[in-house]
T-cell receptor, first 114, second 119 residues
């Protein structure tokens, strides 16, 4: 049981390049989330997927797109990377079954946009 | 809008000291959940505790204890007899209902408190 996994662990991009961050969970969770962490700002929600087949914007969705590929996988795409997107990206999942809500996080992806 | 404030940016203590990390939150929801996460230097986020808004009992887990006071909208975290391994960034977070209101999952995080425990 690996929990939440993310690939890649580290990536360097040039401005304007695109890439997809991958996330998978093996806990049979319904809900999945993407956050970014910037110094002094805590984690901010980019997009979330309450259940398979649905996605919604979070606090900072501009410049990103997501795909809930199936129940296990939730990817985050940067179509045209900008230096402002340099950050650490965390994927999380939760059971989303009524009152039993705890989010479990992946190890993070460090992204540097030059 | 939901908001979580961790006013202490950095705390430095000497091993074996007790330390309290403050967390104040704002929400209009009557039902919500509060969380603490630990982020050690390795970078992962480790879940520590979840507390729902209807349960104001304090909780103790080993050297860790949490004080939830609805009247002051606070959810403070105390580490007793701190150890060097407690050095980390600690985040307080507040959940809100997902669309439909039947389950909760969108977390609003505080800015985090950097705790350094010196030997």
């Amino acid at each position: 049981n690996a929990g939440v996994t993310q690939t890649p662990k580290f990536q360097v991009l040039k401005t304007g390049q695109s890439m997809t961050l991958q996330c998978a969970q093996d806990m049979n969770h319904n809900s999945m989330y993407w956050y970014r962490q910037d110094p002094g700002m805590g984690l901010r929600l980019i997009y979330y997927s309450a259940s398979e087949g649905t996605t919604d914007k979070g606090e900072v969705p501009n410049g990103y797109n997501v795909s809930r590929l199936n129940k296990r996988e939730f990817s985050l795409r940067l179509e045209s990377a900008a230096p402002s997107q340099t950050s650490v990206y965390f994927c999380a999942s939760s059971a989303a079954q009524g009152t039993q809500e705890t989010q479990y996080f992946g190890p993070g992806t460090r992204l540097l946009v030059l | 809008a939901q908001k979580v404030t961790q006013a202490q940016t950095e705390i430095s203590v000497v091993e074996k000291e007790d330390v309290t990390l403050d967390c104040v939150y704002e929400t209009r929801d009557t039902t919500y959940y509060l969380f603490w996460y630990k982020q050690p230097p390795s970078g992962e986020l480790v879940f520590l505790i979840r507390r729902n808004s209807f349960d104001e009992q304090n909780e103790i887990s080993g050297r860790y204890s949490w004080n939830f006071q609805k009247s002051t909208s606070s959810f403070n975290f105390t580490i007793t007899a701190s150890q060097v391994v407690d050095s980390a960034v600690y985040f307080c977070a507040l959940s809100e209902a997902l669309a439909g209101g039947t389950s909760y999952g969108k977390l609003t995080f505080g800015q985090g408190t950097i705790l350094t425990v010196h030997p």
